[in-house]
């Protein structure tokens, strides 16, 4: 037991300092990037049905939101899990290059404060 703890917290310290390691200048696409995106588009990729609907109602009034948001929600709900389970994956891969971001926005809820008409 006391072995497992040991080795559990020199992970959490290993890791602790790579993390904050990279310094300012780091690349920003690297296999941690990737890592976390795809745990952020696992925990919070659901959200773009909520804000596809909601972005619908604003361009394209009640009737768009209540059926063709919750469509294109559910399609952008579905990629966003699809590439956060390849991107937890396989983060360590180099592909696609130099680990650049399959799904655009990188992040769920990155485009929550955008302006309603610049999002795609």
Not at 8 to 26: E, I, R
Not at 115 to 120: H, P
């Amino acid at each position: 037991m006391k072995t497992r703890r040991w080795l559990a917290m020199a992970g959490l310290v290993s890791l602790t300092v790579l993390f904050f390691s990279a310094g300012p200048n780091a690349s920003a696409d690297d296999a941690l990037r990737k890592f976390g995106r795809g745990v952020a588009n696992l925990a919070w990729g659901w959200t773009d049905l909520p804000l596809t609907m909601h972005r619908e109602d604003v361009l394209n009034g009640p009737a768009a939101a209540y059926t063709y948001g919750i469509v294109k929600g559910l399609a952008k709900v579905i990629s966003r899990a699809a590439v956060g389970v390849y991107e937890v994956g396989f983060f360590y891969l180099p592909f696609p290059d130099a680990y650049w971001p399959i799904i655009k926005p990188e992040f769920p809820l990155a485009s929550y404060n955008d302006n309603i008409l610049m999002y795609e």
